[in-house]
């Protein structure tokens, strides 16, 4: 069983950044996503294929350290409309981490 565990969450300023991390333990490394509540934020295949929704186009970016078996998402100029829960999908199932707040003040 795959288990993805969440962390780097925090409370910051509009434009500071953040990076957050998925750790992924219990099977080979995938494809992964990251989701803002039930919205997609970002994805990444096991190719490093990457795909962000337009609103973060530019400002967030992903990465993957195959040795560690982490996904990170670090994200830039971050906006009060960024709020929310991050969660970790294992791409194409229905498993993910129990998420990590981030929470973004004007």
């Known amino acids: 069983q795959v288990q993805l565990v969440e962390s780097g969450g925090g409370s910051v300023q509009a434009g500071d950044s953040l990076r957050l991390s998925c750790a992924v333990s219990?099977?080979?490394?995938?494809?992964y996503a990251w989701f803002r509540q039930r919205e997609f934020v970002a994805s990444i295949t096991n190719m490093n294929?990457?795909n962000y929704t337009s609103s973060v186009q530019g400002r967030f970016a992903l990465s993957r350290q195959n040795s560690k078996n982490t996904v990170y998402l670090l994200m830039n100029s971050l906006k009060p409309e960024d709020t929310g829960v991050y969660y970790c999908?294992?791409?194409?199932?229905?498993?993910w981490g129990r998420g990590t707040q981030v929470t973004v003040s004007s």
């Open positions: 999908n294992q791409g194409g199932t229905n498993n």
């Open positions: 219990g099977r080979s490394f995938n494809a």
């Open positions: 294929r990457k």
